[in-house]
């Protein structure tokens, strides 16, 4: 039976914050915490954040473009495409990845303080939500290089954020369960990754798919976010009904199926940590 | 190596004061029990109950050793014995000379029924299914499963322990290595479902957070604070008022910028301690995380520590393996040996019983 902690001090005054707070607060202070130390004794600092997806896009735009001779009429910019692919699902492989890890790492503490443990991988994706907005300045300047201005569908990104949103925490916290109980779930997720990358028309038009393989993407959840990305800002339209559709799909039932397997599983990740 | 078993003894020590009246010192005793080694080398130190003033000998064979004390007061007499292969171990004791107040070293008075119970453990047991901790990855619990070994021993960590611990009091847990100390702290800290039985805890709990667990060795000692604090549950603002307290008492006001991997370990107890008793907790939990600093932080933390139990409102759990520092503050002591309760009560009593242990 869990232990039944009853709380004192409910006075506005007093030195802690409740449940909810506290966890709010927690939250922060971690985010804060991997932002310091990812660019803590980096010469140019933050602006890896801005210039990383904007190299990456550089060279695959070289590699393909040239050597590959992708390119399509109906790709307004080849640049832009690329780069709107990269950073949609650069946000999915870091808070996955990063969330699966987060309970195994905090082990030590979680077996000595009662704190909510949804906060660790939850922590993760918001932090590969801070680094996304700061990609979101390299989609900026491509989109200003190549001469495609920003219309006001910009302005629909938030909704953007909160289906992929939805869909990472829910993968980082099914991933992060599993993890806890078999170790193999970190080897295969890499390869899951890499496979996935591939899979998704990330730096090749989708047109080049032969058809069979065009109907599979329905299934491919990162086939919709990236196109969602790419209807906002390189082709700058309101995306349609059905894409929204299946992009919130995607988001709610992953965070559901994540939560479920979570809240099932998490009182017993101390005996395996 | 010899033949025989060279590890089996223990040193006991004990004091004698006849000497004391005409001469001035006291004399401290130790007697190896079980196998006495052949070579044998002693070690004494001294300190006073304050921390102020300490000394130490040479090695040398003598088995005793006259403490000529430099004032009245409480000292503490500790011997290392080291045998010929190098093994070290400690006997020690308070020894008392002249007229000491009693404040100068005190535990909690035993408090009445009808105190309010803060943690309440009825009827606890914890069992391990000594299965689920051997699979770590599919492959073994695949085959496991194909070969129809998917066994489950159980494994009794704590079997039906039962105590309730008062508000104000100091409460110890003591028992050897592996005893199940360690799997009850967790259940009252929350961490861990009993699996059978019930716990209670009213109120907040501060643990010492160590090192590796709320601390990031790349943070400088400021930033650790915030986030040790937010993860104990503190208020922003709090931190903000207290950060000069917790400065001053884990003495790092030079430090604040660096990097915490550039401190030792002790200096990272000190901060620890100084976060979780910054604030009065309804229950502070002390463990052997402290054991890391040094004897005169120990003082230090142990003043601390009757300061908040002094103030009435703040319960204190020791856990130790060591009874030195649970005789010195605690009012009653539960001993658990091999996850049976097997004794509780006032600490001289269960302290003097778990010592007979070793014997």
């Known amino acids: 039976m869990q232990t039944e902690t009853k709380e004192i001090q409910p006075d506005g005054q007093s030195a802690w914050y409740p449940e909810r707070q506290k966890s709010l607060y927690i939250l922060r202070q971690l985010v804060t915490r991997d932002f310091k130390l990812k660019y803590r004794r980096s010469f140019l600092g933050v602006l890896w954040s801005v210039l990383n997806p904007l190299l990456m ?49 905090a082990a030590s503490l979680l077996k000595k303080v009662r704190i909510k443990r949804w906060v660790f991988p ?68 890499s390869v899951v990754l890499t496979a996935w990358t591939y899979a998704t028309p990330l730096f090749y038009p989708a047109e080049i798919l032969p058809a069979w393989m065009l109907s599979l993407e329905r299934f491919n959840p990162m086939y919709h976010f990236v196109n969602y990305a790419r209807t906002l800002l390189l082709y700058q339209q309101v995306p349609s009904a059905m894409l929204n559709a299946a992009c919130a799909f995607c988001g709610v039932a992953m965070l559901a199926i994540g939560i479920l397997v979570f809240r099932k599983t998490e009182h017993r990740f101390i005996l395996y940590i | 190596m010899s033949s025989q078993t060279p590890t089996n003894w223990m040193p006991v020590a004990s004091a004698d004061y006849t000497n004391l009246e005409e001469l001035g010192y006291v004399t401290l005793n130790i007697r190896i029990e079980g ?65 000491v107040a009693e404040d100068d070293f005190k535990r909690p008075p035993i408090p009445d029924d009808s105190a309010q119970t803060v943690i309440d453990v009825d009827d606890v047991s914890m069992i391990f299914n000594m299965a689920s901790e051997q699979y770590n990855s599919l492959k073994e619990y695949f085959i496991a499963l194909a070969h129809h070994e998917l ?46 039985g019930t716990c209670t805890v009213t109120g907040s709990i501060a643990p010492l957070i160590e090192l590796g667990a709320g601390f990031d060795m790349d943070l400088t000692a400021r930033e650790n604070i915030y986030l040790n604090g937010s993860l104990l549950g503190y208020r922003k603002e709090f931190i903000d008022e207290h950060l000069a307290d917790i400065v001053e008492f884990a003495e790092l006001k030079d430090f604040m910028d660096m990097p915490l991997k550039n401190y030792s370990s002790g200096m990272v107890a000190r901060i620890a301690f100084a976060i979780a008793t910054v604030a009065e907790p309804d229950i502070l939990i002390v463990d052997e995380t402290l054991s890391v600093g040094d004897f005169l932080f120990q003082q230090k933390c142990m003043r601390r520590i009757q300061e908040l139990i002094g103030s009435g409102n703040v319960t204190v759990l020791l856990v130790s393996h060591s009874i030195e520092m649970v005789e010195a503050m605690c009012d009653r002591v539960c001993w658990i040996e091999k996850g049976h309760q097997r004794m509780i009560g006032p600490t001289d009593d269960v302290c003097a019983a778990y010592r007979n242990l070793g014997l």
């Open chain 2, 151 to 196: 066994s489950f021993k159980e494994f009794r960590a704590l079997d039906h322990v039962s105590f309730e611990v008062k508000r104000g009091e100091a409460f110890g847990l003591v028992g050897t290595n592996g005893s199940g100390k360690s799997t009850m702290l967790k259940i009252i800290a929350g961490v861990l479902e009993a699996s059978e």
């Open chain 1, 57 to 105: 896009m550089v060279v695959m735009a070289a590699v393909f473009s040239t050597m590959m001779r992708f390119s399509s009429d109906s790709i307004p910019s080849y640049p832009l495409y690329i780069i709107l692919g990269n950073v949609t699902f650069s946000l999915m492989s870091d808070s996955t990845s990063q969330g699966m890890r987060s309970i195994i790492d």
């Open chain 1, 122 to 189: 939850l922590e993760k994706v918001l932090f590969a939500i801070v680094n996304f907005a700061f990609s979101l300045i390299a989609v900026l300047i491509v989109m200003l290089a190549v001469g495609v201005h920003p219309t006001w569908t910009a302005l629909l990104l938030p909704v953007f954020l909160a289906y992929v949103g939805m869909f990472c925490i829910g993968l980082s916290l099914l991933l992060a369960s599993l993890a806890v109980f078999f170790r193999d779930v970190i080897h295969l997720w």
């Open chain 2, 35 to 99: 196998d006495v080694p052949a070579k044998r080398r002693f070690v004494y130190t001294w300190k006073s109950s304050n921390g102020t003033e300490h000394g130490q000998t040479d090695p040398q064979r003598l088995a005793s050793f006259n403490f000529l004390p430099p004032h009245d007061g409480r000292f503490f007499l500790n011997a290392d014995v080291t045998d010929g292969v190098g093994i070290t171990r400690s006997a020690g004791m308070w020894v008392k000379i002249g007229d």
